[in-house]
Every structure is written in structure tokens, then in C-alpha cells.
């Protein structure tokens, strides 16, 4: 186990009925004139949208409105957003909707204090000192930007996605209601299944020894994600997969599975390439990249995908050949993407042979020395391109 200083001030507000709480909550945390920050016309008519008025006006908070947020959130509604919030004095951003309309708030609320191009923080050339808080509201599970300190961002401009993890991001609280997921298509609950699950397989990951309590933790995770998919995707309203579900999103990103190891996220590196490239939904591409990251690096370290075919997918080990059970493993996630309603290549979602080259030298380095991405294995620009065309 290596060395980690872990903190997590999220606040969470769990449950059915919990939502109209915001209002009191902003208040409670400082909040006097909010930007309330959302996606399309969704959560007005499920009911969300008049909920959440209806707290801040009972509650006297004054408030603005910033809709329009799309999936892969763009740098262009994020700079609208930042020139509101400074004509309109606001002090507290209200993120109503899903990792897209919370990542889209994050940048917001890093932009509006600092003088320059909040792109300069994705681009990692300044670094946040300050921020205008932000709470959520959830309404979609899958992305855990609800508990997280990371925000990701589209820049329409040369097609770039790109991370930003700072402590400022954490949201001071989240209300998370189950209930408020009950009308999503069933492929975007599929989407969000993916993305949480690949949260915690990426952490999973590591070469890091001696890790077998936070092993524990990941293993958990992904069992109780698969657990309950099947249950939720044969009955979207099923109150309580979907709540195991929206928490599970919540602890596979808040990095408690992830302290004490290394984990490895180039298969969201990828990823995000992807979905910048093409608009992909995220976790469509990630159900694509995944399988295709782990046939590309199995034979690193083959003992720990027999333990992830036998822990998580109860693969029978055959101890006499160690790779075919971890090939077993692969395939048994492939498998559990599919059930889910993901696609399983990128002739699926229009990417072609032709782009690879261009993606994989896009894709953004961990380690800019060494021009790699990625800690389980470190890959270069070539390494990903190869695993493109195991995913074409």
C-alpha cells in the first residue's frame, strides 16, 4: 500500500423525497444568489425542475437560470455561464442533473474568480486557487461527479476533452433521489452503468501490492453494480436497484476504493478522445475501450485478471492455464456491457480504421516525460492505436 491523504467533504442527502431540501441546504451553506445549471427539458418534466424552485423561492434564495447543458459538456455553455455569474453577482452554483450538468457547473464555478481562460485549468497550465461553491442535484447515475473532485470538459475547437481534478470541485453537498431516475431511457441507464462500473475497474487496476482491503472495496462495487443491472434495466423503476445503483456511482468515483493504490485510468484517457471525436455517450465508448484495454495488457500481469474473472464474474480458475481464465474474465465483462445495451466495437458508433492515428496522438499524458498515459501499463501513442484496432 502506498502512501494517500484522503478527504472527502461532500455532504450527501440520500433518499426518496429528499429534493426539496435544496433550497434550506443552499441557504445552510452560504448560498444567496445561485446560478441554478442544467441540461435539456428533462427534469422540467419530470417534476425535478418545479421541486427545485419551489425550494429556493420558499427558502428566499434570488436565483438565475443556465440551461442547455449536452452530454459531453462544452466549454462554450461553461464561458456563457462564467460571464452570468460575474453580471449577475452570483455566489453559488446549483448543478440539477447528471456528471455532464455538474462537470459544466465545476468549471463554472473555477472560471468565475480567476482572470484568465478557465481552459488553462484542462490544459493544465494554471491551477485553481479559488472557486464559487457548487452543490447537485442528481438525476442520472453514472458519473459519481456528485462526490468526486474531477469535471470534464469539450472544447469544440480541435475536438479536445479534457480533465480537471482539484479540491475545489468537490460539490459541498449532493441530494441524491433515486426516484428522480425513473424516467431515463433505458440505454442512458446502461451508459451510467458502465461508466460507474469502469470507475472502480479502473482502480482495480494497479500493480500496487499488499492492497487487499481496498481490492475488497472495488470488488464490491462491481459486484453490487452487476448485481443490481439486471434487476434495474427490466424495471427502470425498481426503487431499490436504483438506489443501490446511484450509490454505487457515488462510492466508485469518491476515491475511497482508490486510497492506498495507483489505479489506471488510460481506458477513460481513450475514451474521452472518442467522445470528443464524435459525441459518443460515454459509457457506450468505455464498453467499447475496456475490453480491448484489457486484451492489450493481460499478459502484464496475468494473476490479477484470474483474480478479477474469478472474484467478480465467478469464472471456474483453471489452474493449469492462468491465461485462459483470464481471458474468460474479459470476455464475461464484454458480455455484461452487452446485457447492458452497449455496443461492443467502434464500427458501431462510425469511428473508422482512418481515425485512429489522429485519436491516439491526441489522447491526453499522465506522465508527459515519458509521453504516456496510463499506470497498469504505460502506453504510448502507438500502444493506444494498437488498442484501437483490437476495438475496430
Known amino acids: 500500500m502506498v502512501n494517500f491523504d484522503f478527504k472527502n467533504p461532500t455532504r450527501i442527502v440520500f433518499g426518496k423525497g429528499t429534493i426539496p431540501q435544496a433550497g434550506s441546504l443552499v441557504k445552510e451553506h452560504g448560498g444567496s444568489k445561485v446560478l441554478l445549471h442544467y441540461g435539456g427539458g428533462s427534469i ?35 464561458k456563457e455561464g462564467i460571464k452570468l455569474c460575474r453580471e449577475k ?11 455532464s450538468v455538474i462537470d459544466s457547473a465545476k468549471a463554472i464555478g473555477v472560471g468565475t474568480p480567476y482572470d484568465g ?22 438525476t442520472i447515475s453514472a458519473a459519481g461527479s456528485e462526490m468526486s473532485n474531477s469535471s470534464v470538459i469539450t472544447n469544440d475547437d480541435g475536438k479536445f476533452k479534457r480533465f480537471l481534478d482539484c479540491p475545489q470541485n468537490y460539490p459541498v453537498f449532493s441530494i441524491l433521489d433515486p426516484e428522480t431516475t425513473y424516467s431515463l431511457p433505458a440505454y442512458q441507464v446502461g451508459c451510467g452503468i458502465t ?40 424495471n427502470l423503476q425498481d426503487y431499490d436497484a436504483a438506489a443501490e445503483i446511484m450509490w454505487c456511482g457515488s462510492l466508485a468515483h469518491n ?18 478522445e472518442l467522445s470528443g471525436f464524435n459525441d459518443v455517450a460515454h459509457g457506450a465508448g468505455l464498453a467499447i475501450v475496456v475490453p480491448a484495454w484489457m486484451k492489450y495488457t493481460y ?22 492455464n492462468p491465461e485462459e481464465t483470464a ?21 458501431e458508433i462510425g469511428i473508422e480504421e482512418k481515425d485512429f492515428a489522429a485519436i491516439a496522438k491526441k489522447i491526453r ?28
Request: hydrophobic fraction near 45%.
Open 89 to 99: 453577482n452570483v455566489d453559488f452554483i446549483l448543478a440539477v442533473g447528471g456528471g
Open 195 to 234: 461508466d460507474m462500473f469502469v470507475h472502480a475497474f479502473e482502480r482495480y487496476f494497479t500493480t500496487v501490492k499488499n492492497v487487499d482491503l481496498t481490492d475488497r472495496l472495488c470488488e464490491a462495487i462491481m459486484k453490487a453494480i452487476i448485481n443490481n443491472a439486471k434487476r434495474l434495466m427490466n
Open 299 to 320: 499478459k502484464h500481469d496475468i494473476p490479477r485478471f484470474v483474480q478479477f474473472a474469478v472474484r467478480i464474474f465467478g469464472v471456474e480458475e483453471n489452474f493449469h
Open 44 to 78: 422540467k418534466k419530470s417534476g425535478v425542475y418545479d421541486t427545485v424552485v419551489k425550494s429556493l423561492t420558499q427558502a428566499g434564495i434570488d436565483f438565475v437560470e443556465l440551461g442547455g447543458v449536452q452530454p459531453n459538456p462544452r466549454l462554450a455553455l461553461v
Open 117 to 138: 481562460d478557465v481552459w488553462d485549468f484542462y490544459l493544465a497550465t494554471a491551477v485553481p486557487q479559488k472557486n464559487i461553491p457548487v452543490a447537485t442535484v442528481l
Open 255 to 272: 476515491n475511497l476504493a482508490g486510497t492506498g493504490r495507483i489505479g489506471d485510468f488510460a481506458s477513460h484517457m481513450i475514451e474521452h
Open 365 to 392: 499524458k499522465f506522465d508527459a516525460a515519458n509521453d504516456t498515459t496510463g499506470n497498469f501499463l504505460p502506453l504510448k501513442s502507438a500502444d493506444v492505436e494498437k488498442i484501437l484496432q483490437l476495438a475496430k
Open 327 to 347: 481471458l474468460r474474465g474479459i470476455e464475461a465483462l464484454s458480455e455484461f456491457f452487452s446485457s447492458v445495451g452497449m455496443p461492443k466495437t467502434l464500427k
